[in-house]
């Protein structure tokens, strides 16, 4: 009896043991949203969706046998360079071992440039869309699971043609997001011989905009395209407009889609319209139903990505065995793309159980993911009109 009690006390206490080590493993993922600034109506969300994500992971008790999964929340302010680069290095000397950020285009590279790559940290932004950061020296350690601007150009200059507008006046927030943005559709909309009667930037935090409205004006066209912020200057721009009766409606790209802009504008926002990342399927129809159930709005843009980015961070360290960003960064594409078993949202558990078993994925996710070139998304456009105060989809690109 005495034998038998040792033999099974020595047999609990290996068990534990092995119980203690798998738990003890803590993985913890950075989220660096502008939880402040001009988008801090979308970054809730956003975060939410990136939680959900590791929530998942962590009750499905998979990843590198057992271990937890910690979101750490930072503000990157969104068009703060600083208060980005000092939350990002506050992240790394908290452990982080992944940073789903940035946001914003011009945060996003400067965390990148002087935080990630001296750290070597893996980033993967949800929202970031400058074409600039394609060609940025990232030493395979940034990807993005939204589309960049140069195809968000594209898409708006085909949907201002099938609307039969001949000429747009383009204004743009005053930063490397909206240069870029405005660089793409203005070349875009030119190359399907489209007019483009001026370019000008705007400044955000303004009390008033009826000067750049002014110019604005004065150089004409048949829409005025705003690419700018929703809680910022683009909010400004419009209504500077419509008070002085220059336009009606107005073109909306990704930074200007989001349910606080109809709120802000009211009614005389109605029958403007634009696009912003988004996809149609399975994917987005599962993870809008799981958000709904945890208490988030899963369609608010950028959230769908939110949860890809999270995921696909986890996804590799499983393929790699490592936490370690020097071992994970180079399967991230591996378990982005084809071959393998399709992954949706809420198969983040049988996914990292597939991967444990040498078997290939391929992780479709909520934004129908498939990374391209150096890492971003290949990307599909929602198409949106604000009707009746709300921004209804009406297709995809």
Not at 36 to 45: A, D, H, N, V
Not at 152 to 176: C, F, H, P, W
Not at 341 to 353: D, N, Q, W
Request: hydrophobic content about 40%; glycine content about 14%; charged content about 20%.
């Amino acid at each position: 009896m005495k034998k038998m009690l040792m033999a099974t006390t020595a047999a609990a206490l290996v068990a534990g043991a092995a119980f203690a080590d798998g738990h003890a493993k803590e993985v913890k993922l950075g989220i660096e949203f502008g939880f402040t600034g001009p988008i801090e109506s979308l970054t809730g969300p956003m975060a939410a969706g990136a939680e959900m994500a590791m929530k998942e992971v962590t009750d499905g008790g998979m990843l590198l046998d057992g271990a937890t999964v910690t979101p750490m929340r930072a503000d990157s302010g969104c068009i703060d360079n600083g208060l980005a680069v000092s939350n990002a290095e506050r992240l790394i000397a908290d452990g982080i071992n992944g940073l789903i950020g940035a946001d914003c285009s011009g945060v996003t590279g400067a965390v990148l440039q002087n935080v990630a790559i001296p750290n070597g940290m893996v980033m993967i932004s949800p929202s970031a869309t400058s074409p600039g950061l394609t060609t940025m020296e990232d030493n395979g350690l940034f990807f993005r699971t939204s589309p960049s601007d140069a195809r968000e150009g594209e898409v708006m200059a085909e949907i201002l043609q099938e609307r039969g507008v001949k000429s747009i006046a383009l204004t743009y927030t005053n930063n490397d997001y909206g240069k870029g943005l405005a660089d793409a559709i203005e070349s875009s909309f030119k190359a399907i011989g489209g007019e483009v009667t001026i370019v000008a930037a705007h400044e955000d935090g303004k009390a008033d905009y009826s000067a750049e409205v002014g110019a604005l004006a004065s150089a004409g066209g048949d829409l005025l395209v705003v690419a700018g912020y929703l809680d910022q200057g683009g909010a400004g721009i419009i209504n500077a407009a419509l008070d002085a009766g220059a336009w009606d409606t107005f073109g909306l790209p990704g930074g200007m889609i989001g349910d606080n802009l109809p709120a802000t504008i009211g009614p005389d926002l109605d029958g403007s319209y634009g696009q912003i990342a988004g996809s149609q399927g399975t994917g987005i129809e599962t993870f809008t139903a799981m958000a709904e159930e945890a208490g988030f709005d899963g369609t608010s843009p950028y959230t769908p990505e939110s949860y890809d980015a999270a995921a696909l961070l986890m996804l590799a360290m499983q393929a790699a065995g490592s936490m370690d960003p020097a071992e994970y960064k180079d399967h991230i594409l591996d378990v982005a793309n084809a071959p393998g078993t399709e992954i949706f949202p809420g198969e983040l558990t049988k996914a990292l159980e597939l991967i444990k078993n040498g078997e290939d994925i391929d992780y479709v996710g909520a934004s129908a993911v498939e990374l391209i070139g150096p890492g971003e998304s290949a990307g599909t456009y929602r198409m949106i009109e604000v009707r009746d105060g709300k921004n209804e989809t009406i297709g995809f690109k």
